[in-house]
């Protein structure tokens, strides 16, 4: 059996950020396992710019991003192996992995990060009559035909959901010449950022139907058309609605899941709402050692809240390896009307930074409301929010001193108030 | 001649509906924004919009066959479908580094079109 420190599972961007604050941190001992033919995972086929704001104070392209990462990981001389699929990870952190070169490989790590991203929720999960013709696309495969292979997957095109990659395909299609027909979106506001609306449909006049889904798919062989109904506030289809459209291609924008069968075979708990595992401040899943950020924890708006999450997750795995984190008393993080979850879901004062940031998203959208954050029943913040929105995830900071101050602190709690 | 503009403000999840009202060309009124931004944006939209492009073009010989590129900054929006057709029918071959400029000066903007992808030879 081989040894290593530190194993991360998957190469993208919480797997290098992972890398290389683990390196930053003291260790040395470390593996990136890739099951890709090179790192950066999905940021290679994100050729749009927008990413880097936050972590580089400029507008940079996926793959500009993630080569700022691959580069220190080489510099640093991080070991990584390309092509490697990972089939198995235990509790005790033995990690199984096969490639062509290496055949199957068993690594024992002192630490394990998770990192394997998301993946797109398909038809399946939709239950749309119809036949199964060929012209049926998740928005992230018909992305990676169109940057990476260069193949247009057809000419004439509908999109259900409005989530960001589909927005980015409606603009990224468009430009190569297709026709972005329509986005039709079943709840009634986009699951999208506002500026992806306004530069990949405004911009080029593509219409986007709010309370509308695909209630039929047509077509044998390829697809020939669909059915767009408007649906009531249950998400019903209303009856008589149904408006037929002409088009080869139906691409899915329709959520994302977290990738978990992984974290799974380790006896992982998972958190039946963001469907990725439960994490203390440490990011450290209820397997000690086991850590996760990015993608595979919840899904993300930006990818800099991915790099700064895997950094954290990074730290504390060489603390672990170090021996240096501290037991305690956790304290619980509630959330209640309105706030849907929250990452993490509880805090070990005595391993918290400075500032524990919690990451959650709402459950609809709200306007004029406050974000309230309780210790026990006392509140102690009440911040005026002109919008809460399911599309963009919140934030909040906690101050180590806020629970140091309250040794028999019993909870946090998050919530949405009107007033 | 009078006209009025709609415009969705992007700065930020209210999305507020902005109208802005031109006379001659010349922004007369700037109505439905809540905060300065909104104003901005409005202002911005209406004189000088603008926006970056990214595409691919084909690589020969390389360990991908396609490069991303983008414009290096962004250039006025009425270009957009002018830069696409210029890039239409390029090629490079490999390698191909981060910033390796692909046209130096893309339809008069004055701005250069450049590489966002490392391609290693084959």
Do not use: W
């Given at each position: 059996m081989i040894n290593y420190d530190i194993v991360i599972i998957g190469g993208g961007p919480a797997g290098l950020a992972a890398a290389i604050s683990s390196y930053e941190n003291g260790c040395k001992s470390i593996l990136i396992l890739e099951r890709d033919s090179s790192l950066g995972g999905i940021l290679n086929q994100?050729?749009?710019?927008?990413?880097?704001?936050?972590?580089?104070?400029?507008?940079?392209?996926?793959?500009?991003?993630?080569?700022?990462?691959?580069?220190?990981?080489?510099?640093?001389?991080?070991?990584?192996?390309?092509?490697?699929?990972?089939?198995?990870?235990?509790?005790?952190?033995?990690?199984?992995?096969?490639?062509?070169?290496?055949?199957?490989?068993?690594?024992?790590?002192?630490?394990?990060?998770?990192?394997?991203?998301?993946?797109?929720?398909?038809?399946?999960?939709?239950?749309?009559?119809?036949?199964?013709?060929?012209?049926?696309?998740?928005?992230?495969?018909?992305?990676?035909?169109?940057?990476?292979?260069?193949?247009?997957?057809?000419?004439?095109?509908?999109?259900?959901?409005?989530?960001?990659?589909?927005?980015?395909?409606?603009?990224r299609l468009t430009l190569e010449g297709a026709k972005v027909k329509l986005v039709c979106e079943i709840m009634p506001f986009s699951g999208g950022l506002k500026r992806n609306i306004v530069q990949c449909l405004d911009d080029f006049g593509i219409p986007l139907k709010l309370s509308h889904t695909v209630t039929k798919i047509y077509g044998k062989e390829r697809v020939t058309g669909v059915d767009v109904s408007e649906v009531d506030e249950k998400m019903q289809p209303i009856p008589g609605t149904a408006e037929y459209f002409a088009c080869d291609t139906l691409l899915l924008s329709v959520g994302l899941?977290?990738?978990?069968?992984?974290?799974?075979?380790?006896?992982?708990?998972?958190?039946?709402?963001?469907?990725?595992?439960?994490?203390?401040?440490?990011?450290?899943?209820?397997?000690?050692?086991?850590?996760?950020?990015?993608?595979?924890?919840h899904v993300h708006d930006l990818v800099d809240n991915v790099s700064s999450e895997a950094v954290l997750a990074g730290k504390y795995a060489v603390k672990f390896v170090n021996g240096l984190t501290k037991p305690g008393k956790t304290v619980a993080i509630q959330t209640t009307s309105g706030v849907r979850y929250s990452v993490p879901s509880t805090i070990n004062p005595e391993n918290a930074e400075d500032i524990t940031v919690i990451r959650f998203r709402v459950g609809n959208v709200y306007k004029d409301s406050y974000l309230s954050v309780y210790l026990d029943a006392e509140r102690v913040m009440h911040l005026k929010k002109r919008i809460l929105s399911p599309g963009e995830m919140e934030s909040v900071n906690i101050p180590k001193k806020w629970l140091s101050d309250r040794p028999n602190l019993a909870k946090i709690v998050i919530t949405v108030e009107k007033e | 001649m009078n006209e009025t503009r709609n415009l969705t403000c992007i700065n930020c999840p209210m999305g507020c509906a902005l109208a802005v009202e031109l006379e001659d060309g010349k922004i007369v009124k700037i109505s439905g924004y809540t905060c300065k931004r909104g104003e901005e944006y409005a202002i911005k939209e209406i004189t000088n919009p603008r926006r970056t492009v990214t595409s691919i073009i084909p690589v020969t010989g390389g360990d991908l066959d396609m490069v991303s590129v983008k414009t290096k900054t962004d250039i006025p929006k009425n270009k957009i479908k002018d830069c696409m057709l210029a890039l239409k029918d390029l090629k490079v071959s490999a390698p191909v580094s981060i910033g390796d400029i692909i046209i130096a000066d893309v339809c008069g903007t004055g701005v250069p079109v450049i590489a966002t992808k490392i391609i290693r030879r084959k």
């Open positions: 994100c050729i749009h710019n927008g990413f880097g704001l936050h972590t580089f104070k400029e507008e940079l392209t996926g793959p500009e991003y993630a080569a700022r990462y691959v580069e220190k990981v080489i510099a640093f001389g991080i070991e990584y192996r390309l092509n490697a699929m990972v089939i198995d990870i235990t509790k005790e952190k033995t990690v199984s992995y096969i490639n062509e070169q290496d055949g199957l490989v068993q690594i024992q790590a002192k630490a394990v990060i998770l990192t394997m991203g998301c993946r797109e929720r398909s038809r399946g999960a939709l239950n749309i009559p119809g036949y199964r013709p060929s012209g049926i696309f998740s928005a992230g495969t018909a992305q990676r035909y169109v940057n990476i292979e260069g193949y247009m997957p057809g000419k004439e095109i509908v999109i259900l959901g409005s989530g960001d990659i589909g927005l980015i395909m409606a603009r899941i977290p990738e978990n069968e992984l974290s799974r075979k380790a006896d992982v708990a998972i958190n039946p709402i963001t469907k990725g595992p439960l994490v203390d401040e440490s990011l450290s899943t209820s397997v000690p050692g086991i850590f996760a950020a990015g993608n595979v924890l | -």
